[in-house]
């Protein structure tokens, strides 16, 4: 079953227990002939039917249990309150500028900025609302050069910056892109404290392997 809640709601996740006020219905099949088949796209996941609720105050998890990955849900509750503390640190008529933030800043997408991605779209820069291993690389500068003014010695300079894109790459979704790129900056980083030269392709190498 898939589940339709309009406005924010965090990703639900296994072993969970939710009740959900809502209707079922079956997913629509194509309009036109030859246009595309929703209900056999979702039959082909194996999903043949779809909860629709009108406010997001009609579902509740009743039981929050990790049984199997403890750790994953852990981090999936951390990264639901940090999304929803974004979004409200903003005015609810400016809500949508926290979503944005959150595409922006952290990968996730909500369907209350298709507006948004739409003026991106048409601007042409549709790109900059995807995540990608640029992201990590500007970040972990950004994070080098202002630590530069309370850590002198470049080691435990490159130490705190590698906690800190490990804490960040956590924060995401943990894409393939964000991870490689986190990976490898790591890899720089621990070169640094180490003493050690950088040799760009042994790191382009031990990235592609993990």
Known sequence: VIVRVPGYLPALRNNQYVALTGWLSRPATAQNPGGFNYRRYLTALRIFAEMSASQVEQIHVLSNRQTLFPLSGWLDAWRADLRRNLIADHPRNR???????????????????????????????????????????????????????????????????????????????????VVRAAIGTGLVLISWMLGRPVRALNILAITALI
């Open 95 to 177: 809500q949508t500028d926290g979503y944005a933030l959150i595409a922006l800043l952290l990968g996730y997408r909500d369907p209350a900025i298709r507006p948004l991605a739409r003026a991106f779209s048409r601007a042409g820069a549709a790109h900059l609302l995807a995540l990608s291993g640029m992201h990590v690389v500007i970040i972990a500068a950004a994070i080098w050069l202002v630590l530069k003014f309370f850590i002198r010695r470049p080691r435990y300079r490159a130490l705190a910056t590698l906690i800190a894109v490990f804490i960040y790459m956590l924060m995401t979704p943990c894409g393939p892109p």
